[in-house]
């Protein structure tokens, strides 16, 4: 890990004195986790103070340097548990493939990037943004994702080339 870390005013509680659970990105890894910290406007308010920048704004443009004093670092990733793995995968087939988020929030947001252009479709927005949220948060479960449904498309092309035989 580096030494210098990024978080959105998003993240940060309403009470920023004392101890805090908070989202950070390593500035050089860019990889994501939670930690508890101590953090501080100033440096001198804390024991081991690293840097800290807070992008704020609805377009988290704008920058503010604070200092954080990361007191235990959660870095691993939660496991995957393959048998409710498996189970999503199969319903998913089985089922309808349409997602439900209801929030006007989202849905205002998601149209906005479709509405200038940066997006064909909400449906693609909604596939890219959380594509790359997952990416970036849980790439293991990613990872075993493809992992899984590489292993069933090899399987059926077995079934239908008569290589393998139907459960």
Known sequence: MSDQY???????????AGEISLQVTDQETKHIFTTRARIAREAAELDDPDPLTILRGPHENREE?????????DISEPTVDEA????CF???REGSNVLTARGADVKTLVSYLVETGEYDSVSTAIRSLLGEHLSETRPG???RYVELRTEREREEAEIRLGGGREE
């Open 84 to 87: 409710t793995l498996a189970a």
């Open 65 to 73: 340097r604070w200092y954080i004093e990361i007191i235990e670092a």
């Open 6 to 16: 990024i978080t959105s005013e998003d993240h940060l509680p309403a009470d920023t």
């Open 90 to 92: 199969e319903r998913s």
């Open 141 to 143: 479960l990613v990872d």
